[in-house]
């Protein structure tokens, strides 16, 4: 059944975060963007739980990719000091953030091919220990 609104209403939002998570990254960045959805005025408690429901999808869709990212921008040839800048965080919480994802992606085998390779998890290990006053496990 399709619900009918006025020419001015919001598109309908999701007010829980298993909802919203279920929109996926790109619809919920749309949808936060669109400022027509997000009244300034006369907010209820639907437009507060639906703000909080999409911006706490979207951030938790955007730190689960930010360690590929991490990852492509070191192996594009950016200083770790760079992606640290970057990310808003120190060096440390780069590699960390990028060595957990890493480590399940190295070991996860999919049709016979990892999700990365080993030259590239090595690769983007070596960059950050250079980067790092401290020694960067290799595994």
Known sequence: MIQSRKRNDPPPRPVTFTAAEELGAFELAELWADRMAWPVD???PYDELAELA???ALARWLQRWQPIAIHSAVLAGARPEAVA???GDSLDVAYQRWH???TRQRDFIAGGKPGITEDEYKAVARRFAVGSPRQVASG
């Open 42 to 44: 006369g907010r209820t």
């Open 85 to 87: 800048g970057a990310l």
């Open 54 to 56: 999409v911006m706490s």
């Open 100 to 102: 957990e994802w890493a």
